[in-house]
T-cell receptor, first 113, second 117 residues
Framework: DAGVIQSPRHEVTEMGQEVTLRCKPISGHDYLFWYRQTMMRGLELLIYFNNNVPIDDSGMPEDRFSAKMPNASFSTLKIQPSEPRDSAVYFC???????????FGPGTRLTVL | AQKITQTQPGMFVQEKEAVTLDCTYDTSDQSYGLFWYKQPSSGEMIFLIYQGSYDEQNATEGRYSLNFQKARKSANLVISASQLGDSAMYFCAMREGRAYNTDKLIFGTGTRLQVFP
């Protein structure tokens, strides 16, 4: 079975550029989560969706960040404009409606110069 | 207030020995879940084991077991017969119950485990 798929795996961009991270959850999972991992703040939730609807976006740092889930098999996290402090590993995770466990994708390592 | 506490930044264990990684949590919810994830140097987050607050038996998954002590609010991970491939960061996480109307995981700061021959 395919796990959570994220692309790209690595992204290097310059300050001010738009960055789009992509995620395909595990088929049949109803929940999708976006997390960010940094040395300073550890792992923190940015936003999550249930059945494609955003439920909690309180972790989104500021208006430069936006996330969408146009269908059950695809989600994007966009940063516009990007800043060096956005450099981190961004994880997407998904979980089924019937179970608590979240399964993580491999992550996208973002570097903003 | 920090809800998940992992007090051991680093642990060493010899191959084939058992090791316990500590985790304490704080919640006033009666229904919650506790998780352990492994993050090797390659960076992915690998789910290891889950314990529900109402589960009477401690969870086990192969060489992993969760020592759940509800009254003490601790959920320690025990790895038996350590292997070199167990060297990684280990994160404890909690998901509070529906009373908080959230499904997010709250993570601890992690413990780096190093297994030596």
């Amino acid at each position: 079975d395919a796990g959570v798929i994220q692309s790209p795996r690595h992204e290097v961009t310059e300050m001010g550029q738009e960055v789009t991270l992509r995620c395909k959850p595990i088929s049949g999972h109803d929940y999708l989560f976006w997390y960010r991992q940094t040395m300073m703040r550890g792992l923190e939730l940015l936003i999550y969706f249930n059945n494609n609807v955003p439920i909690d976006d309180s972790g989104m740092p500021e208006d430069r960040f936006s996330a969408k889930m146009p269908n059950a098999s695809f989600s994007t996290l966009k940063i516009q404009p990007s800043e060096p402090r956005d450099s981190a590993v961004y994880f997407c995770a998904s979980s089924p409606q019937t179970g608590p466990t979240q399964y993580f994708g491999p992550g996208t390592r973002l570097t903003v110069l | 207030a920090q809800k998940i506490t992992q007090t051991q930044p680093g642990m060493f264990v010899q191959e084939k020995e058992a090791v316990t990684l500590d985790c304490t949590y704080d919640t006033s919810d009666q229904s919650y879940g506790l998780f352990w994830y492994k993050q090797p140097s390659s960076g992915e987050m690998i789910f290891l084991i889950y314990q529900g607050s109402y589960d009477e038996q401690n969870a086990t998954e192969g060489r992993y077991s969760l020592n759940f002590q509800k009254a003490r609010k601790s959920a320690n991970l025990v790895i038996s017969a350590s292997q070199l491939g167990d060297s990684a960061m280990y994160f404890c996480a909690m998901r509070e119950g529906r009373a908080y109307n959230t499904d997010k995981l709250i993570f601890g700061t992690g413990t780096r485990l190093q297994v030596f021959p």
